[in-house]
Every structure is written in C-alpha cells, then in structure tokens.
C-alpha cells in the first residue's frame, strides 16, 4: 500500500459514540491485485480473506481537515497568539488556587477568585511597570511580603498596606 493511490470509498459499517450518536463508517479500499504486488506486503497486516487492505476515514474527516486549513492560515496566528496569553493568565490563576475553594458558599468563593485575579494583575502590573526592579526576585514573592507589611522597594501607593 505504501506510495499507492485509491480513490474507492466504501462503507466499513456503523460505530455509536458515548453520546449515543451513530456514525455510519467509511473506508478508503485498496484492491487485492494492488497489495499482492506490493513490495511491503510482508509487513503489512493481512487481510481478511483474499480482499485487499482497508483505511478507515475518521467519521469528522471533513472537520478535521477544515481544522487544519485554519491553522495553515495567516488568520490562525492571531488567534493562537491571543489563545496563548488567556491560557497563561489561567494557568497562573490556578498557582494562585482557584482550583480549590477555601470557603463555603458562592459569594466566598467569587471572593476567592476576585483576591486571586487581583494578585496575578497586580503581578502582571509590577512585571510591565518595572516596579519589581531587575533584581530578579520573583514578583509574587515581592506582592506577597508587600501585602504583609514588609516594605520591599515597591511604591506603598501601588498596593495596599
């Protein structure tokens, strides 16, 4: 099969997903006469019977290949360069904790999230105003022993006491 070209489809049966959704299957077929002939027939996997070889097309084929039509795309790179930074800025709300809720209750735990969103923009802040110098101290650690009182070189005014 390898380097030949087949432009038979045929169905390969039915597959239902955990949605309960079937999807009818199909199957590109190469013919028996191709894969006897063929010089990597020994290590291919036989087939059933005396037909040739089948390759299934996945049942979303035509979204996957839309798919990557866009990311070939000069549009994509935007997209990615922006999908990028919003994953940054969540990964960064999970080191602060989000993901476990220390209170009980929804407008405690909205509080939970506000106080972590504050602290990574305030981080973010210090990052892009230079207030954290080029010490290369790590700018949470410098919000954090702000937040307690230690003066560490940032602007009192910037955070509070």
Same mark, same amino acid.
């Given at each position: 099969?390898?380097?030949?070209?087949?432009?038979?489809?045929?169905?390969?049966?039915?597959?239902?997903?955990?949605?309960?959704?079937?999807?009818?299957?199909?199957?590109?077929?190469?013919?028996?006469?191709?894969?006897?002939?063929?010089?990597?027939?020994?290590?291919?996997?036989?087939?059933?019977?005396?037909?040739?070889?089948?390759?299934?097309?996945?049942?979303?084929?035509? &979204?996957?290949?839309?798919?990557?039509? &866009?990311?070939?795309?000069?549009?994509?790179?935007?997209?990615?360069?922006?999908?990028?930074?919003?994953?940054?800025?969540?990964?960064?709300?999970?080191?602060?904790?989000?993901?476990?809720?220390?209170?009980?209750?929804?407008?405690?735990?909205?509080?939970?999230?506000?106080?972590?969103?504050?602290?990574?923009? &305030?981080?973010?802040?210090?990052?892009?105003?230079?207030?954290?110098?080029?010490?290369?101290?790590?700018?949470?650690?410098?919000?954090?022993?702000?937040?307690?009182?230690?003066?560490?070189?940032?602007?009192?005014?910037?955070?509070?006491?």
């Amino acid at each position: 099969m390898r380097g030949q070209v087949t432009r038979t489809i045929v169905p390969a049966g039915k597959r239902t997903d955990s949605t309960g959704t079937v999807h009818r299957l199909r199957a590109f077929r190469f013919e028996a006469a191709v894969c006897w002939t063929c010089p990597q027939r020994s290590q291919c996997i036989p087939a059933k019977g005396r037909k040739g070889r089948q390759v299934l097309i996945h049942p979303q084929e035509d &979204l996957l290949q839309e798919a990557r039509e &866009l990311q070939q795309s000069a549009d994509y790179d935007q997209y990615r360069r922006r999908r990028v930074v919003a994953e940054h800025r969540l990964a960064r709300l999970e080191q602060l904790g989000i993901r476990q809720a220390r209170y009980f209750g929804r407008g405690k735990t909205k509080f939970q999230l506000y106080l972590a969103a504050t602290v990574a923009n &305030l981080t973010l802040l210090a990052n892009q105003t230079g207030v954290c110098g080029d010490s290369g101290e790590d700018p949470d650690s410098i919000v954090t022993t702000a937040l307690n009182g230690v003066n560490c070189g940032v602007d009192r005014h910037l955070l509070p006491a």
